[in-house]
């Protein structure tokens, strides 16, 4: 199940703006619809979610974990905050 949705005063400072703005929130959903269709985007969340499954198949536990690409590649596994809060680092 998924968990229930914040209340605005627990929602971060990007969230709260997208809420405020439904135009914003608009051009968001579709620069996002566009940079997520890109053939190499594709192919990174493919190889993170083949990543996740082997792991997953493996025994390791996953839980509030991202696989995070690699400068050199690889895929490892971070805490999700670490790696979804590096401002843009790694080609984000």
């Known amino acids: 199940m998924a968990p ?3 209340s605005y005063a627990q929602k971060g400072e990007s969230a709260r703006y997208y ?6 929130r608009r051009v968001k959903a579709r620069t996002d619809k566009r940079i997520n269709k ?14 996740r499954r082997a792991a997953k198949r493996a025994g390791v536990k996953l839980t509030g974990r991202d696989a995070s690409h690699q400068p050199n ?9 670490k790696n979804r809060g590096r401002s843009g680092e790694g080609n984000r």
């Open 19 to 24: 809420a405020d703005n439904p135009a914003a």
């Open 4 to 6: 229930r949705p914040k």
């Open 38 to 51: 890109r053939p190499e985007q594709v192919q990174k969340r493919v190889e993170a979610n083949a990543a």
């Open 73 to 81: 590649g690889t895929i490892r596994f971070e805490s999700s905050k």
